[in-house]
């Protein structure tokens, strides 16, 4: 029996067991209850790990982004400063200069009831002279936008004006409670500048405004150099409110080292210009060569451009021929203006390729240094309606291979080139570069065109032997010809010396590629010889300089179509002769006289050109402390001062007597009938083919794929094993 403890009274003992298993079963039910209870919300939680596991590991960026757009953020992009191009001596060609953009926020102008409009754009009226009701009207049409390109690459003095002025009236303003200047900023880009227009343009071309991509010459080659990478400064608020801002700093490009030489880059514009004031031409063109290592040490052509404006035409077409222009024709006439004749354009080379044809006689032993030649004036290939004349620029009589050169004779080397054969001629001529690039680094490099020996009819051989009929580049024949007066070693043309970091340090040299020998020491030399005394004594005697041994060979090709007697005139010269130190390379393509007297014709002949490389050479041979000659020989002194053995006179097929000697000309004056003459019929058989059978195919001097003996359409020649 159980008491009560508080009342002292029985208790009954069923109905206490009774409340003490309904307590025990309430709180197994809670129990129960708290442990669904603990299951739901792990089960909930374990949910919500594995959603943000998720997110974090499939869309974490996705979502970094959107959480970044929620918060006030904004992000100012770095330009980097395009790398600078310079002379070989550091003389600075392009550059880049900071300039700013006007940025307008017509939110920020316009908020708070347009409180500060008329402020602002009194401020802009001042400063810049701009046109308020343009303004006015760009702010409503923009006005929910907070960037607005106003104005692009002012200077850092309009940037200067602006800020001070701002500065100032804010400051009063702020004093006074007034409306202030607002909502407008400056972003920095870079303006690409060239100091000397259009000194080698040609060369350097020009770079997009943004200077993110090169145009032409230099700018386009080396963009990859040039161009830097830009940086960026990011700025937020955090979650106290602070701004924070991450730079990221641009990189700017590498600075370029040319082979170019300002001064000698100077010279050869300047008697270029001087040259057209009086003669016009469809291109003059000169370069200058270091032919011990390939370097350009200037490249000039008729048609400079001013870089900092390469979209003007107006010097070169009047505002009337402009204004008549459709999109396609100014494309077309800049183009024109843009191009680099000396590596782009290729042209009949004409005499001044016949050192190549000695040479390889020479190497090849199919021919002697006293071998001797008889021209009568002319070689007639073919017989009957199909003859086909190949002329000489004057009757020579007797000569010996150094007067063939001295004295520019075709009839000599169309005898070597026959001796030699198309096989081995053609061999040479890809051993001398021609028919492919040179791998200069330059854009739009032309290989030329040449014939194959398969295609090789024998006028194309023998128009060929002395440059006509084949088409080359300035470049193709400046790189060949240093390595015939250099001893025989072929460099490949270049243009660049170095590449410097943005501070200054070397990044890599730029070394003289040597791609192949051409010719032996002893052609060389003779080479050599023979030129300097076709200065002394033959056709390049006016471009004798007192003081100096000087080398040179003149050329007279005729152009297509033969009909129209158009010449392309040039010299090749070199200083001093024992070791060249510089070759100078002039043509002048279809010159005219610009004030003829009634009558009057123009002289066409290598003169022409040889004005133009003495005076470039008179200027440089000093500069480049080239030593003058010990033994200076004046040009009376005859080419040979052995006398000669009397001999019976030569006769020609019909028994008339050949001069016995050149000495009758020393100029290398056009034929009056032209060098080459236009069949009126067309010879049946590709080996008595005519020289404009080979190469009429519209475009000049260039041999027509399709006709008999004609060269391939690469033009790509076989390499010579």
Not at 219 to 241: A, K, S, V
Request: hydrophobic share 35%; charged share 25%; with cysteine.
């Amino acid at each position: 029996m159980y008491v009560n403890m508080k009342t002292s009274r029985p208790i009954d003992e069923r109905k206490a067991r009774s409340k003490r298993n309904r307590w025990k079963i309430f709180r197994k039910y809670m129990q129960a209850k708290l442990l669904f209870t603990f299951v739901v919300v792990a089960v909930a939680l374990l949910s919500l790990s594995l959603v943000l596991l998720s997110i974090s590991g499939k869309t974490g960026e996705e979502y970094s982004k959107t959480v970044l757009k929620q918060q006030n953020y904004n992000s100012t992009v770095l330009p980097f400063k395009r790398g600078t191009i310079m002379d070989r001596n550091h003389t600075v060609l392009a550059d880049s200069e900071q300039v700013y953009n006007l940025i307008l926020d017509p939110k920020v102008i316009l908020a708070d009831e347009r409180k500060n409009t008329e402020t602002t754009l009194d401020a802009l009226v001042q400063c810049f002279g701009y046109d308020r009701n343009e303004l006015s009207a760009l702010l409503e049409e923009k006005a929910e936008k907070s960037y607005v390109r106003y104005a692009r690459q002012l200077s850092m003095d309009d940037k200067a004006k602006f800020t001070t002025y701002e500065e100032e009236f804010n400051k009063n303003a702020k004093k006074k409670k007034t409306p202030k200047v607002t909502g407008v900023w400056f972003e920095s880009e870079y303006k690409r500048i060239y100091p000397y227009n259009t000194l080698a343009s040609a060369v350097l071309g020009f770079s997009s405004s943004d200077s993110s991509r090169g145009n032409w010459g230099i700018e386009q080659y080396y963009n990859e150099e040039l161009i830097g990478t830009n940086g960026r400064t990011y700025g937020y608020m955090n979650n106290d409110g602070d701004l924070e801002r991450i730079t990221k700093e641009a990189i700017d490009g590498n600075t370029i080292v040319t082979t170019i030489d300002y001064t000698i880059q100077s010279a050869a514009e300047k008697y270029i210009a001087e040259f057209l004031t009086e003669y016009k031409a469809e291109n003059v063109g000169v370069l200058v060569m270091n032919p011990n290592n390939g370097e350009i040490l200037a490249m000039a052509t008729s048609t400079p451009y001013d870089l900092n404006h390469p979209g003007d035409l107006s010097a070169y077409y009047d505002e009337a021929a402009i204004a008549a222009m459709d999109d396609k024709a100014k494309s077309d006439a800049l183009a024109q203006i843009w191009k680099n004749f000396a590596v782009q354009d290729a042209y009949e080379p004409g005499s001044t390729a016949k050192p190549f044809t000695v040479s390889a006689g020479l190497e090849e032993n199919l021919i002697a240094k006293e071998s001797e030649y008889i021209c009568d004036g002319v070689e007639v290939f073919g017989s009957g309606s199909y003859e086909a004349p190949v002329r000489c620029n004057a009757t020579h009589g007797r000569v010996n291979l150094e007067e063939s050169l001295m004295y520019s004779c075709n009839d000599a080397m169309m005898a070597i080139g026959q001796i030699l054969g198309s096989d081995v001629f053609c061999k040479y001529l890809s051993q001398f570069g021609f028919g492919k690039q040179t791998g200069i680094d330059l854009p739009g490099e032309s290989p030329g065109l040449i014939y194959q020996p398969q295609n090789m009819g024998v006028v194309d051989l023998a128009t060929n032997s002395f440059g006509q009929n084949y088409n080359a580049t300035m470049v193709q024949m400046g790189a060949a010809f240093c390595s015939v007066i250099n001893g025989g070693s072929y460099y490949m043309p270049h243009m660049v010396k170095q590449i410097l970091s943005p501070q200054g340090d070397l990044v890599r040299d730029v070394e003289p590629v040597l791609m192949r020998e051409t010719v032996s020491e002893s052609s060389s030399e003779f080479i050599r010889n023979a030129l300097w005394k076709t200065v002394l004594d033959g056709t390049g005697k006016a471009a004798q300089i007192e003081g100096y041994d000087v080398g040179g060979k003149t050329g007279t090709a005729q152009k297509q179509p033969r009909e129209e007697k158009k010449y392309l005139v040039s010299f090749m010269g070199f200083a001093p002769v024992e070791h060249p130190e510089v070759v100078v390379y002039v043509i002048v393509d279809n010159p005219e006289k610009l004030k003829l007297e009634e009558g009057e014709e123009t002289n066409v002949s290598a003169k022409l050109a040889i004005g133009i490389e003495k005076k470039v050479m008179e200027a440089i041979l000093p500069y480049l402390s080239i030593s003058m000659s010990s033994e200076y020989i004046p040009e009376t002194t005859p080419a040979s001062t052995e006398p000669a053995e009397p001999t019976d006179p030569e006769t020609d097929a019909q028994g008339n007597t050949i001069p016995a000697s050149a000495s009758a000309s020393h100029d290398e004056q056009v034929p009056q009938d032209g060098i080459l003459d236009d069949p009126t019929e067309t010879p049946a058989s590709s080996e008595e083919t005519s020289p404009e059978d080979a190469g009429n195919s519209g475009g000049e001097g260039q041999p027509d794929p399709e006709a008999e003996g004609a060269a391939s359409p690469e033009g790509e020649p076989q390499e010579a094993q």
